[in-house]
């Protein structure tokens, strides 16, 4: 994944993708880096819940899709352990 972004920025700086095959080729890994960005974003979107602790929540534990988080003031998230 990271390879395939990594690819297609070396050969955008370069200019080496002049051919039909390797616009081809560039244009299939451009689809590609998109969709790791959108997954990325997707996922870091699921988990921003984690970085807040609402005032509706009032105890430093709760159940969220079958697991048990508590809330950590060390690492400012809930998290799967308990904070020490
Ligand atoms: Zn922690």
């Not at 990594?6 to 080496?16: D, S």
């Not at 095959?21 to 959108?38: F, P, T």
């Amino acid at each position: 994944m990271i390879l395939a972004e990594n690819k297609y920025k070396t050969l955008v700086r370069a200019g080496e993708w002049k051919s039909p095959e390797d616009q081809k080729e560039i244009l299939a890994m451009r689809v590609q880096v998109d969709e790791i960005k959108k997954k990325k974003e997707s996922r870091s979107r699921r988990f921003e819940w984690k970085k807040k602790k609402k005032p509706s929540d009032l105890k430093e534990v709760k159940q969220v899709n079958d697991k048990k988080y508590h809330w950590c003031p060390r690492h400012a998230l809930w998290t799967l352990h308990k904070p020490k």
